[in-house]
């Protein structure tokens, strides 16, 4: 099931699968889970962030890079999580506004590249 999904694990979570899990949505639904785990839901519009990641996840088909896809920015996401949870120290260190910023430059970190 999507909901046992912990993308603070790196030795269970799997990318691949969660794509599968979430019909090609892999980027939205980490994406989400980081705000939801990390309590930042309240900072943002879910109606506009819905729509932020889905062109996110478009924007990421342009161009057919085999490699910088939303996939693997939904990877990247789930990597800076799992670094966050694993140095508790890191993590508060971090306002609400950074963490948000941080996901959003995971998130988006590939878009448009070609190489």
């Known amino acids: 099931m999507v909901d046992e999904v912990d993308i603070f694990d790196w030795s269970s979570f ?3 699968e969660l794509e ?3 019909s ?3 980027l939205r639904f980490v994406f989400r889970l980081l ?3 990390c309590g930042l839901v309240g900072l943002v519009d879910t109606v506009r962030l819905d729509s932020f990641l889905g ?3 478009r ?3 342009v161009g057919g890079n085999p490699y910088h896809t939303h996939l693997h920015a939904a990877d990247v996401v789930a990597t800076a999580a799992t670094m966050l949870k694993v140095d508790a120290g890191l993590f508060s ?3 609400d506004w950074e963490l948000l910023s941080l996901a959003i430059a995971c998130a988006g970190h590939d ?3 070609q190489g």
Do not use: I
Request: charged residues 35%; negative net charge.
């Open 35 to 37: 705000l939801e785990r």
């Open 55 to 57: 062109e996110l996840e």
């Open 14 to 16: 799997d990318v691949f």
């Open 93 to 95: 260190a971090f306002r």
């Open 20 to 22: 599968e899990r979430t």
């Open 59 to 61: 924007l990421y088909s």
């Open 24 to 26: 090609g949505h892999s």
């Open 111 to 113: 878009v448009g590249h």
